[in-house]
C-alpha cells in the first residue's frame, strides 16, 4: 500500500495533521503488524472515494475514470471505484491487465463499475477519458520503480492532455520510485497525490515531486502508535499554523522580541534590509540593524520603523565592528540574526568566532557567510547548540559539513541530519525540497517554487526566522513556519507568474503569508 511515508502525530489525524515519512520498508512493517480486523485496502478506498466526491468536485452522474494495475494499489483503486459507482457517479475502470477470478472485479462491476482491459487499443479510451471531470491513477504503487514497461506505459501514454480535468493519484503516481524520486518520463501527472497511510520519501523529492501535485495522506485505520518510530514530517499550513505566536491585547513593543541584525558591506547593500523588512513582517516588535552606513541608508529608506546601529568600513568595504562594540545591542536583544550581505574580512571572521564563544546561549540565526566562517572553524561546533539556527543552501551545506560534493536528493536529508546531530543546532537545508533538522526529527517542506531561485530570497528567508525566534517562538519551530512563510509568500507575490517578482515584493508579503496561515 505505501513506502516511504510521512505521517500524522496528533491525536486527530486529519487531513491537515502532522504527516510523517516511512521507507519502504518500515511501510510494510507497519502493514505486517496491523491488526487482523483492519482491512487496510477497503479502509484506503473509502477515504479516498471521500476525498474525490470533496476535493475533485464530482458529483452523481459524472464520468470517473479509474485506472487499475495488477497489485495492491489496484485493489485501492476497484474499491475507490466501488464506493463512487455506489454513490451515484458513472464510473468505468480500466485495468492495465486481466485480473481473473478477483473479488475486488466482480464487487465493483457489481456496484456499477464498467471494468474494461486495456488491449492496445487507444481510441475508446481516448473517448472515454477526454469526457470525463475526473481520472484516477491506481496502476502501480510502492513495489515499484521506473522505468515504465508494457501494458502500463502504453496505457499512460494513451491518456489525452488533461484539460479542466482533475487527476489523482492513489498513493504515489504511476511512474515513480517511492523511495528515491526518480520518475520515468510517462509518469502519470496528478494534480492531487492521495497517500495511503504516510507519506513516500521518494514523492517529496525531484524529479518524482514534480508528478505530484498537492500531496496529501489519508488514515487507513493504522494507530498513531505504530508511527512513533517515524522521525520525519511534512511541512504545510496546517502543520505549521499552531506555531504562530499569540499576541496580547495589552502588548507593547518591547512585548514582541527585540531582533539584532548584523550584516551589510559595500558589496551587498540590500542583504540587511531585505531581511529586515521580512522580520518587521512576521511581528517582531523591535529591529535594530548594526552594519555600515551605506547599508543602513538602503535599509532606513525601505524599514524607517528598525533602529540603527551605524559603524564605519574597512578598506574592503566590510563592517569594522568588533563583539565588544555589540555587546549592549546584544544584552537587550531577544535574538540575533548575522551574516546577510556580511562578506569575508579579518574583522568579520573574528566576530563571528568570538559570538560563538562568548554568546553561546543567545538565540542566532547563523546565515551566509557567518555560515563560511563555521565551516572553516569546525572546532566551534561543539560550541553550538539547539538555540541557534544554521541556514545553509546547497553549496554552504557542502562546505559545513565536508562533503566533496554538493548533496543532492535523500543524501541531501542525510547530510543535514548528520549536521544538526554534529553541531546540536536547527539545520534549515535551503533548496527544493527545504530540510529542516533538529531535535533528532526532520521536516520536509516539498513545494518547488522558481519564483524563490533569486538573489535576496535567502536575506528573506534569515529574516522571517529570525524574526519569529525573537518573539520567543522556539528554534525548531521559527524555522518550520518561517520556512512555510517564505514559500507561501512568493506564491502571494507572484500571483499566476513563474519569474520575475522582485524580492523585496516578497519580503513584504511575508505578512499576508502570515495571516493567510492563521486562517
Known amino acids: 500500500q505505501a513506502e516511504d511515508g510521512i505521517r500524522d502525530r496528533s491525536p486527530s489525524r486529519g487531513l491537515g495533521d502532522v504527516y510523517k515519512r516511512q521507507d519502504v520498508a518500515g511501510m510494510r512493517s507497519l502493514e505486517a503488524t496491523a491488526p487482523s480486523e483492519i482491512n487496510l485496502m477497503r479502509n484506503a478506498g473509502i477515504a479516498i472515494s471521500a476525498h474525490v466526491l470533496k476535493d475533485a468536485h464530482v458529483r452523481p452522474g459524472d464520468l470517473v475514470i479509474c485506472l487499475v494495475g495488477p497489485g495492491k494499489n489496484g485493489g485501492d483503486a476497484l474499491i475507490t471505484a466501488g464506493q463512487l459507482a455506489q454513490a451515484g457517479v458513472n464510473v468505468v475502470a480500466w485495468g492495465s491487465r486481466a485480473r481473473p477470478n478477483d473479488p475486488l472485479v466482480a464487487a465493483a462491476t457489481k456496484n456499477g463499475v464498467r471494468w474494461n482491459v486495456w488491449q492496445g487499443d487507444r481510441t475508446p479510451l481516448l473517448a472515454e477519458t477526454s469526457q470525463a471531470p475526473c481520472v484516477i491513477d491506481g496502476l502501480l504503487g510502492i513495489g515499484s520503480s521506473p522505468p515504465l514497461r508494457g501494458n502500463i506505459k502504453e496505457l499512460l501514454q494513451s491518456l489525452p492532455l488533461p484539460t479542466n480535468q482533475s487527476r489523482i493519484a492513489i498513493d504515489i503516481p504511476t511512474g515513480i520510485d517511492a523511495e528515491t524520486g526518480a520518475a520515468d518520463n510517462s509518469t502519470f501527472l496528478a494534480d492531487l497525490t492521495l497517500a495511503t497511510g504516510p507519506i513516500k520519501i521518494g514523492s517529496l523529492l525531484h524529479p518524482a515531486v514534480e508528478f505530484c501535485g498537492e500531496i496529501r495522506a489519508v488514515p487507513i485505520g493504522l494507530e498513531a502508535v505504530d508511527y512513533e518510530s517515524i522521525t520525519t514530517a511534512i511541512i504545510d499550513r496546517a502543520t505549521v499554523r499552531c506555531l504562530i505566536p499569540k499576541r496580547g491585547l495589552s502588548g507593547h513593543k518591547g512585548s514582541f522580541g527585540r531582533l539584532a541584525i548584523v550584516g551589510g558591506s559595500s558589496q551587498y547593500l540590500g542583504a540587511t534590509a531585505l531581511a529586515t523588512i521580512a522580520a518587521i513582517r512576521t511581528g517582531v516588535g523591535m529591529v535594530t540593524l548594526a552594519s555600515t552606513e551605506p547599508a543602513i541608508a538602503t535599509a532606513a529608506t525601505l524599514t524607517p520603523g528598525a533602529t540603527f546601529l551605524p559603524f564605519g568600513a574597512t578598506p574592503t568595504g566590510h563592517m569594522s565592528a568588533s563583539l565588544d562594540d555589540l555587546e549592549k545591542l546584544l544584552e537587550s536583544s531577544t535574538a540575533l540574526l548575522i551574516g546577510p550581505g556580511l562578506g569575508r574580512s579579518p574583522q568579520t571572521d573574528l566576530l563571528v568566532t568570538e559570538l560563538v564563544k562568548r554568546r553561546p546561549h543567545l538565540p542566532i540565526v547563523f546565515d551566509a557567510d557567518a555560515l563560511n566562517v563555521l565551516a572553516e572553524n569546525r572546532d566551534l561546533y561543539p560550541s553550538l547548540g539547539p538555540q541557534m539556527i544554521l541556514t545553509p543552501h546547497p553549496g554552504e551545506l557542502r562546505r559545513l559539513s565536508g562533503e566533496t560534493a554538493i548533496p543532492e536528493g535523500r543524501n541531501r536529508i542525510r547530510i543535514s541530519e548528520n549536521l544538526s546531530s ?36 535567502g536575506d528573506v528567508l534569515a529574516g522571517s526566522i529570525a524574526g519569529l525566534l525573537a518573539q520567543g517562538v522556539s528554534p525548531v519551530a521559527a524555522a518550520r513556519l518561517g520556512v512555510w512563510l517564505h514559500c507561501d509568500a512568493a506564491s502571494t507575490a507572484a500571483g499566476q507568474s513563474d519569474r520575475g517578482i522582485p524580492i523585496e515584493h516578497i519580503a513584504q508579503a511575508i505578512g499576508p503569508a502570515l495571516q493567510k496561515t492563521r486562517t
Not at 426 to 447: E, M
Open 422 to 457: 554534529t553541531t546540536n543546532a536547527i539545520v534549515v537545508a535551503k533548496g527544493s525540497p527545504t530540510i529542516v533538522a533538529g531535535n533528532q526529527f526532520t521536516w520536509i517542506l516539498a513545494r518547488p517554487n522558481p519564483i524563490l531561485a533569486t538573489g535576496g530570497s
